[in-house]
């Protein structure tokens, strides 16, 4: 299986200007995933998706591939992750005739990764041939059972389910449930161009410790995920 790491990199950013080359622990936010996916022994090839110039120089620099720069396009606040992937592959094809089996998408803004967690992921979707694609996981701070939407006057429960009163139940008797961050995804080639989706009909978990669950995007959040790796150790980032 060839395996190609991509790390969506766009130049935009509001809250935290330049967030993705901002400082986090001494080096620019964005080498953690570069250097995260280098140290992983089941990556291939690392390339970096961006439409800013410093940020693909900057990326070069720690060992990546720019070997294009992401339509300006693509790089818009509203933009999903979707058509930066499928551009990425697509502009891949037509340069170099060739696809990778499995892309592995890491975002800088999500740099916690304990050591092995890539391979781990990695090695779980190869081993279950039914899975579409893997996605990290952790359980959330709060239970999804015990939340509202708003109906007119009124609120509703948020999820529709046989449980009576979930909102009144005690949280141990409500069910498993998984928020979804962005530390690591594992997608099979063909389920971004035959289901056109990141996940696919089959979802594998990869379930981690709710502390790697930051995704910087302002000042406050890269402070408390400085202070989480300082708290965890090396084993927390990439050397």
């Not at 094809?93 to 890491?106: C, H, N, S, T």
């Not at 039914?130 to 009124?154: I, Q």
């Amino acid at each position: 299986m060839n395996v190609l790491a991509i790390i969506p990199a766009r130049g935009g950013s509001k809250a935290l200007p330049r967030k993705n080359i901002h400082p986090f622990l001494g080096k620019p936010l964005i080498y953690w995933s570069i250097a995260a996916a280098h140290e992983a022994n089941l990556i291939d090839r690392v390339i970096v998706s961006t439409d800013d110039k410093e940020i693909a120089e900057v990326s070069k620099q720690f060992g990546a591939e720019v070997p294009f720069l992401r339509p300006a396009v693509l790089a818009l606040d509203d933009v999903t992750d979707y058509p930066v992937l499928r551009d990425c592959l697509e502009t891949l094809a037509k340069d170099e005739g060739a696809l990778p089996d499995i892309v592995v998408q890491l975002r800088p803004t999500s740099p916690l990764r304990p050591a092995g967690l890539i391979d781990q992921g990695i090695e779980a979707l190869l081993s279950t041939p039914t899975a579409d694609s893997l996605r990290v996981v952790c359980e959330p701070h709060n239970n999804p059972y015990k939340m509202w939407k708003k109906s007119g006057l009124f609120i509703k429960p948020l999820i529709k389910t046989a449980i009576v009163e979930p909102y009144n139940q005690l949280r141990q008797k409500l069910p498993a449930s998984y928020w979804q961050i962005g530390t690591l995804d594992v997608i099979r080639t063909k389920t971004i161009f035959e289901q056109e989706s990141l996940s696919g009909a089959n979802i594998l978990p990869l379930i981690v410790d709710s502390d790697i669950a930051v995704d910087i995007d302002d000042l406050d959040s890269l402070k408390r995920a400085e202070e989480i790796c300082r708290r965890h150790g090396s084993d927390w980032s990439a050397p």
